[in-house]
C-alpha cells in the first residue's frame, strides 16, 4: 500500500465508511502497522472536535433510571434459536452482557486438548473478533490445518454462572455453524476442533453466550459476544 | 463545549472500579450532548436515547479498558456513542432509513453537517484545513462524518455520481490529513 492508499483507508475507517468486515480488516492490518494505526489515531483525535459541537439535547427523564435498571437487572439470555448467516446482521450487545474479569478459571469438559505443546506451524488463518459493543478487538483466533485452533483473548470476559462461552465457525453455509468448544472464561488455549475442512479466507468465528454446558442445539441459540472473519497470514 | 478530558479520565478511572457516582455524574455532565452526537447519525431521539443508554451500559462493563496513556478520553467514550449509533444506522432491521427518508431529512442532515462545521473554533486546525478543500469534498466528509451516511447516501444527497463522490472522499481525507500533520 502506498501511503496515499493508507491515508484514503485511516480516512475511511474514521468517516464510518468501512462495513463491518473492512472495518475488522482495517482492525488487522492496523495492529501490524504502526504507521496506519497513527494516521487513524490523529484523524480521529482531529475529527472528534466536530462531536464536540453538538449542542447537548434533551431527553427523557427516565433514562438513567433505564441505565441503572440495565446495570443491576438480571440475566435475560435470549433462548431464541438463531440459524447463523454468513453474514449475520448487526446485533446490538445484550446490556446484561458480563464483561467483568472472573479470577476461577474452568474449561468445558472434552474439548480441550495439547495445549500450546504443539509446534510452531503456521496458522492457515487468522481471526480477529470484534466486541459487538465498540468493534473493539475482543479475541484473535488462529485455525491451523490440524483443525486445531488456537485463542489468544485480547481482553477478559467470563460467563455468569450457569453459562458458558462457545466458540463457533462457518466453514460454508451448507454445513451451517461447528461448535469449536467451550469455555467459562477467556483465556490463552488451543482447542482441538472436529474435522472440518482447511479453513478459508473469511471464514465466519464468534463466540456465543450459551447455557452451561453449551448450546442445547448443537447451533448458536445466544447472543454473539465477539465475531469476526478470518484472513490467511501474508 | 465538552470538559476536560483529563477530567473525564478521572471519571472513567473512577467508574472502572466499580463507582456509581461517578458513572452518574458523567451521565448528568455528558449524556445531552452525547444525545446529540447519536441524533445526527440516527436521526430519532428515542434511538439516540437508545444508543446513549446502551453506550453507558457497555462504559460500566468495559470502563476498565481505558488506557489513559493511549487515548484522549473524550474521544473513547463518544467512539463507543458513534459507533453504536452507527451500527444502528447500518442495521436495516431497525432503521428504514432508504424508503423513509425525505427531502426534509435530507436537508436536516446537511444542515447539521453544515453546522458542526461553522461552529468549529477558528483557531482549531481542522476547521483551516476542511475550509481548505473544495466546498464538494468538505460537504461530502462531513456528511460521512457527522451524519453517518455512506458513499451512496453522500451521491443522492450531493446529486453526484457514485464514483465521483469516492474520488472526492479519497482526495478530501487524504489532502485533510496532509494539512494537519
Given amino acids: ?234 | 463545549m465538552p470538559p476536560e478530558s483529563h477530567e473525564t479520565a478521572t471519571l472513567i478511572e473512577r467508574i472502572a472500579t466499580g463507582d456509581r457516582f461517578a458513572l452518574a455524574e458523567l451521565f448528568d455532565r455528558d449524556a445531552g450532548r452525547l444525545v446529540a452526537v447519536a441524533r445526527r447519525i440516527v436521526r430519532r431521539q428515542d434511538l439516540a436515547e437508545e444508543v446513549v443508554q446502551d453506550a453507558f451500559v457497555a462504559l460500566w462493563q468495559r470502563a476498565g479498558q481505558f488506557d489513559a496513556s493511549r487515548g484522549n478520553a473524550n474521544g473513547w467514550l463518544t467512539t463507543i456513542v458513534r459507533n453504536r449509533a452507527l451500527n444502528l444506522l447500518r442495521d436495516g432491521s431497525r432503521m428504514d432509513y432508504h424508503d423513509g427518508d425525505t427531502l426534509a431529512a435530507i436537508g436536516d442532515r446537511a444542515s447539521d453537517a453544515t453546522a458542526a462545521f461553522d461552529t468549529l473554533a477558528e483557531r482549531d486546525a481542522l476547521k483551516s484545513c476542511l475550509g481548505q478543500l473544495d466546498e464538494l469534498k468538505r460537504r461530502a466528509i462531513l456528511l460521512c462524518y457527522v451524519t453517518g451516511l455512506n458513499h451512496g447516501e453522500v451521491a443522492a444527497t450531493l446529486n453526484a455520481p457514485l464514483g465521483t463522490v469516492k474520488a472526492w472522499i479519497r482526495r478530501g481525507t487524504i489532502a485533510l490529513q496532509e494539512c494537519l500533520s
Fill in chain 1, 1 to 234: 500500500m502506498t501511503r496515499e492508499d493508507k491515508l484514503a483507508l485511516a480516512g475511511d475507517y474514521v468517516l464510518g465508511l468501512l462495513d463491518e468486515r473492512a472495518r475488522a480488516e482495517f482492525l488487522v492490518l492496523s495492529e501490524s502497522d504502526a504507521e496506519l494505526k497513527a494516521m487513524a489515531a490523529q484523524l480521529a483525535g482531529r475529527m472528534a472536535a466536530l462531536d464536540a459541537t453538538a449542542a447537548p439535547a434533551a431527553y427523557s427523564a427516565d433514562l438513567w433510571s433505564r441505565i441503572e435498571q440495565k446495570i443491576d437487572g438480571p440475566a435475560e439470555p435470549n433462548r431464541t434459536i438463531r440459524t447463523m448467516t454468513a453474514r449475520p446482521p448487526v446485533r446490538r450487545l445484550p446490556a446484561w452482557l458480563p464483561l467483568a474479569a472472573s479470577v476461577v478459571i474452568a474449561l468445558g469438559a472434552g474439548y480441550f486438548g495439547g495445549l500450546m505443546s504443539r509446534g510452531d506451524s503456521k496458522p492457515v488463518v487468522i481471526a480477529i473478533l470484534l466486541n459487538e459493543a465498540d468493534a473493539s478487538p475482543a479475541m484473535i483466533i488462529e485455525a491451523f490445518a490440524d483443525d486445531s485452533v488456537r485463542l489468544v483473548p485480547l481482553e477478559n470476559f467470563a460467563a455468569p454462572d450457569g453459562q458458558v462461552l462457545q466458540v463457533w465457525t462457518l466453514p460454508d453455509a451448507d454445513t451451517g455453524p461447528v461448535s469449536l468448544g467451550t469455555l467459562t472464561q477467556t483465556q490463552d488455549l488451543r482447542l482441538d476442533g472436529p474435522n472440518l475442512p482447511l479453513p478459508h479466507d473469511g471464514q465466519l468465528y464468534e463466540i456465543t453466550l450459551e447455557p452451561a454446558p453449551g448450546s442445547p442445539t448443537g447451533r448458536p441459540t445466544g447472543p454473539i459476544l465477539v465475531k469476526g472473519f478470518a484472513k490467511p497470514p501474508v
